[in-house]
């Protein structure tokens, strides 16, 4: 997708935040780089970014000086010209993010437990919440867009696997947690499903700027995924397209009603969890970086060759289906742990039957564990700043 203008009257705003996109994918960059990237007129990018700066949302870098003419003076976001707060409720854990014009993390609250608990998630959102508004200050608060929330679509679900309490379960499934969000903090606040909010992260400030279609999967206690198609996430009809963790394994045997096993089944961190947890050992290790240590590394061994078989297959599956141009995995562990699962994910891949079929790349994610709470800050951001594609936004294809 690329940012493309019109001159037409009437679309001010709408070529503002057209400008905008160009910077935030391209910058920084000069005007006449802008002009062309947008295809709007050099007088039109003219006025937009002077405008911009006066509103305080670009700013000029230092002048670039060629070998001939006027040197140029590239723009960029000022990362103090708007703030989002992107909250990731985890089965495992909560953060909190607040987030620059820019899509840095200026300041983070993360809160770890053994199941989520509605009351005590939503006081530690609003919590977190009044800390990040103090430190802003009051013109920092003038310029805060409002809170994404990461969550996966159904809290109170796999009760029995994750030790949920049975009132705990019930409790979520009265709860509209971006409502409930809204209500204690006063900021509109949007929900997205948590792992297409990672792949939003991803999509807007990971690979997901070079790789147009393409199948995403994030490994946490649960694994998940999202689609990309054409630079556009796609949701499906009901916010599930790319849930990879319910993708079945096999098929059903004849005479039998025994299903196979899921995705998640095997692919999990959860599932790493309890090999650790049978072996007597701290099972908080799959997060960082004890998971490729002595005693955990048979365990962890184990776990990513079965996990990565079972990914191989997800990939070829969904090769099939899409013709993807590549696959992009990332997950709420180490880089290392990362990296071992790629490298076992290529070598079940080169054991899988892709005849008729071209397999996609597979790529590590840029992000890593915050992608979903990142992914939730954006939605204020690009609701507020980002062109509507729907509406105006024009195609050119790579």
């Known amino acids: 997708m690329r940012p493309r203008g019109s001159s ?20 920084p960059v000069p005007g006449a780089e802008i002009a ?21 949302l670009l700013i000029k870098g230092a002048p ?9 003076v590239p723009l960029m976001l000022n990362p103090e010209g708007a703030f989002s707060i992107g909250v990731k409720v985890g089965r495992r854990s909560l953060d909190v993010l607040l987030v620059d014009f820019t899509g840095q993390v200026r300041e983070r609250q993360t809160q770890s437990y053994l199941y989520p608990e509605p009351k005590a998630v939503l006081d530690a959102i609003a919590h977190s919440t009044r800390l990040f508004t103090r430190s802003l200050g009051l013109q920092g608060r003038e310029r805060l867009q409002g809170i994404g929330v990461a969550a996966p679509l159904s809290l109170g679900g796999w009760r029995q696997l994750l030790g949920l309490p049975a009132e705990v379960a019930q409790a979520w ?19 997205m ?55 079945p394994l ?37 997060q960082d970086e004890r998971a490729l240590q002595s005693p955990w590394r048979e365990h962890t061994e184990m776990w990513l060759r079965q996990a990565a078989a079972a990914i191989a297959h997800a990939i070829n599956s969904a090769a099939c289906l899409l013709d993807l141009e590549g696959t992009i995995i990332d997950g709420s562990f180490s880089r290392e742990m990362l990296a071992a699962l790629l490298a076992e994910v290529q070598a079940a891949s080169a054991r899988t039957n892709w005849e008729g079929v071209v397999p ?15 992914g939730g800050a954006m939605l204020p951001l690009y609701a507020n700043f980002a062109p509507d594609r729907d509406l105006f936004l024009k195609t050119d294809t790579a």
């Open 8 to 27: 037409q009257g009437g679309l001010a705003q709408y070529n503002e935040r057209v400008v905008l996109q160009a910077v935030r994918l391209h910058g």
């Open 36 to 56: 062309r990237l947008t295809h709007l007129t050099a007088q039109t990018v003219s006025l937009i970014t002077k405008r911009l700066i006066d509103e305080g």
């Open 64 to 72: 670039v000086r060629g070998k001939v003419g006027q040197p140029s």
């Open 173 to 191: 499934a009265l709860v509209d947690l971006a409502a409930e969000v809204e209500r204690r903090t006063g900021l509109p606040a949007t929900f």
């Open 193 to 247: 499903k948590d792992t297409a909010a990672a792949c939003v992260a991803e999509l807007v400030a990971g690979r997901g700027r070079s790789v147009r279609s393409y199948l995403y999967l994030f490994v946490d206690t649960f694994i998940g995924g999202g689609l990309v198609i054409d630079s556009h996430l796609h949701a499906g009809l009901h916010g599930n397209a790319g849930a990879v963790g319910s993708l």
């Open 250 to 286: 096999g098929m059903t045997a004849p005479g039998t009603r025994k299903s196979p096993a899921q995705l998640l089944a095997v692919a999990s961190l959860l599932t790493l969890e309890s090999l650790y947890t049978q072996a007597g050992l701290d099972p908080e290790a799959v």
């Open 360 to 374: 996609p790349l597979v790529q590590p994610g840029a992000i890593g564990s915050d992608a979903r709470a990142l």
